[in-house]
């Protein structure tokens, strides 16, 4: 199967599966995979911006690209499986018939008469509404609140970017960085209280077992500048630093997504080391379980897939799930990757502004 740029329904996206940018009839007719780097691992960023529309490349290069390099397949985008199912499908069609957009959410804000043009009467808003519909039946009303005010967020921050740097509305964009936002800022509020018998209190980190490293890993994202942090770090089971690392990448991958990735790199790079006999802890708990699944067919399986076959390559690795709280020595390393200044690579000797966190879990 071959995928063509022009002609196939292949862009993840709500709204219009399909490139919009107007196409010369060769690349048009061209297979997706022409649009890959020379080594077929990534995007060819710069092919991607200059042959389509802002709109178009945006959603392109927000899509994380398997390092297997599997064949072409079609998914079912409302499963995150890829799987059809009645149920799903039942769903999309209730969305799409029913038309209750919750107005009365946004009067009960008690807004004035300008902020009731911009979300309802101005011609963007309504293109947004439209859009995403927030009408389905199959939200709670909690989760249908958090992403209507999130989206109207999103539009404010939009209508000051035009208004202050010139920039056009971008319906797809202002929608994709909103709802990210909204998961990653969920994801981030995950209460870090231990269960029943650990007495209230935070769950520290715990060195390995002797004989075996472990390696915490974790992501921070930046969707106003359409970049990731992904930091890992190395420690030995007296707890002592081995190393870690910082790297940034572009885009705005869901959250599990960039999870992924960073598991992924991780291993690459622990695989380039020699090192192995390692534990490698993730605070993601969607990667964790399906890591121990079977294989699925959509952009999140084939990165699951990605770290299952590095992993066989490298000697003892075992997968965990940990609470945020014991993972924060990574999540320091990603926050700072965030930052130019704060990506790097370090081998015994630790960066400074890790050092405080490193003797907290020695400690603990």
């Known amino acids: 199967m071959s995928t063509k740029i022009g002609h196939d329904p292949w862009l993840p996206t709500e709204d219009n599966p399909f490139i919009t940018t107007s196409l010369p009839e060769a690349i048009y007719e061209a297979p997706v995979s022409s649009l890959l780097n020379m080594q077929g691992l990534g995007w060819d960023e710069e092919c991607v911006k200059d042959i389509f529309n802002e709109r178009d490349a945006s959603i392109v290069l927000n899509i994380p690209v398997s390092l297997r390099r599997p064949s072409d397949a079609w998914v079912w985008y409302k499963e995150a499986k890829g799987e059809y199912t009645v149920k799903s499908a039942y769903r999309m069609l209730v969305g799409e018939l029913q038309d209750n957009r919750p107005w009365r959410l946004l009067w009960n804000l008690k807004t004035d008469e300008s902020a009731r043009y911009l979300f309802m009467d101005c011609t963007d808003a309504v293109a947004m509404w439209t859009t995403i519909g927030l009408s389905s039946p199959t939200l709670g009303q909690d989760d249908m609140q958090c992403k209507f005010v999130m989206l109207c967020w999103g539009l404010w921050g939009s209508r000051n970017n035009k208004v202050w740097n010139g920039n056009a509305f ?4 202002v929608i994709h960085s909103s709802l990210t936002f909204l998961t990653n800022w969920k994801a981030a509020y995950d209460p870090m209280l231990t269960t029943q018998g650990s007495g209230g ?8 077992s002797p004989d075996r490293l472990k390696m915490n890993t974790d992501i921070a994202m930046d969707i106003h500048h359409n970049i990731m942090g992904l930091g890992w770090v190395l420690r030995d089971h007296h707890g002592m630093f081995l190393a870690a690392k910082a790297m940034q990448i572009s885009g705005n991958y869901s959250v599990q997504e960039a999870e992924a990735v960073c598991i992924r790199e991780a291993l690459s790079w622990l695989k380039g080391t020699g090192m192995g006999d390692v534990d490698i802890e993730t605070d993601s708990q969607l990667v964790y379980y399906a890591l121990s699944s079977n294989p699925f067919i959509s952009t999140f399986g084939f990165l699951i897939d990605d770290i299952k076959e590095v992993a066989s390559m490298i000697e003892g690795v075992d997968f965990c799930f940990v ?5 924060r020595a990574a999540h320091i390393v990603a926050r700072e990757a965030v930052s130019l200044t704060g990506c790097g690579e370090w081998f015994d000797t630790p960066p400074l502004y890790l050092v405080d966190c ?3 879990d020695l400690m603990n």
């Open 170 to 173: 971008d319906c797809n964009a």
């Open 201 to 208: 209190r935070l769950l520290k980190w715990k060195a390995p």
């Open 323 to 327: 609470k945020r709280s014991a993972n």
């Open 358 to 360: 490193l003797l907290s």
